[in-house]
């Protein structure tokens, strides 16, 4: 069974600081892995991906690191928003063109 | 360019009623799916379309869940009868299709089930 896990269920971050959001995945080879931030009666928004044969992805204030050796990925926000407060879902293609989600992490920054 | 477009944002309605869900997906973009987000957890997969044919519903439950996409554009997703477990967003997300990895959502139907 494929499965991802955010074992945070929330975080909170001074503005300015980093923000360090975590991820786990059981074992595939062909993966390729997705961040989605989701505000309030709103649908998931992508934010930022990366392939298994990366390790590490960056796009303005957001980068996202993979171990594949731990399968583990986690996405880093520098510095926090206050826009950033949100909740933030880790996605997973095992291959297969589905994703599979997390259970997502609620990051409140405070101003 | 539009997004992924759904109707209505909310409904509400008793159990053992029935209800649609429509969604339009963002133009070209051949692939199709609907998920069910219950509150707490992430969007799980009840069924994905490759243009009017369906790729995969093994997550969808039949005796109650239809879906179609019949020309292979907008799609409706329809719960009859509901129970109150269905209670959850129903979310529909759109990919353009083969090495494109990136699906892209709508806002969402809410729905509760009372």
């Known amino acids: 069974d494929q499965q991802v896990k955010q074992n945070s269920p929330s975080l909170s971050v001074q503005e300015g600081r980093i923000s360090i959001l975590n991820c786990d995945y059981t074992?595939?080879?062909?993966?390729?892995f997705l961040w989605y931030k989701k505000y309030p009666a709103e649908g998931p928004t992508f934010l930022i991906s990366?392939?298994?044969?990366?390790d590490k992805n960056e796009d303005g204030r957001f980068t996202v690191f993979l171990n594949k050796s731990a399968k583990h990925l986690s996405l880093h926000i520098v510095p926090s928003q206050p826009g950033d407060s949100a909740v933030y879902f880790c996605?997973?293609?095992?291959?297969?063109?589905?994703?599979?989600f997390g259970t997502g992490t609620r990051l409140t920054i405070i101003p | 360019e539009a997004g992924v477009a759904q109707s209505p944002r909310y409904k509400i309605i008793e159990k053992r009623q029935s209800v649609a869900f429509w969604c339009n997906p963002i133009?070209?973009?051949?692939?199709l799916y609907w998920y069910q987000q219950i509150l707490g957890q992430g969007p799980k997969l009840l069924i994905q379309?490759?243009?009017?044919?369906?790729?995969?519903d093994s997550q969808l439950p039949k005796d109650r869940f239809s879906a179609e996409r019949l020309k292979g554009v907008d799609s409706t997703l329809k719960i009859q009868p509901a129970k109150l477990e269905d209670s959850a967003v129903y979310l529909c997300?759109?990919?353009?299709?083969?090495?494109?990895?990136?699906?892209?959502f709508g806002p969402g139907t809410r729905l509760l089930v009372l």
């Open positions: 990366i392939s298994s044969i990366k």
């Open positions: 133009s070209g973009h051949a692939t």
């Open positions: 997300a759109s990919r353009i299709g083969m090495g494109q990895e990136t699906q892209y």
């Open positions: 074992n595939s080879m062909f993966d390729y």
């Open positions: 379309f490759q243009n009017n044919g369906v790729v995969d």
């Open positions: 996605a997973v293609n095992f291959g297969n063109e589905k994703l599979t």
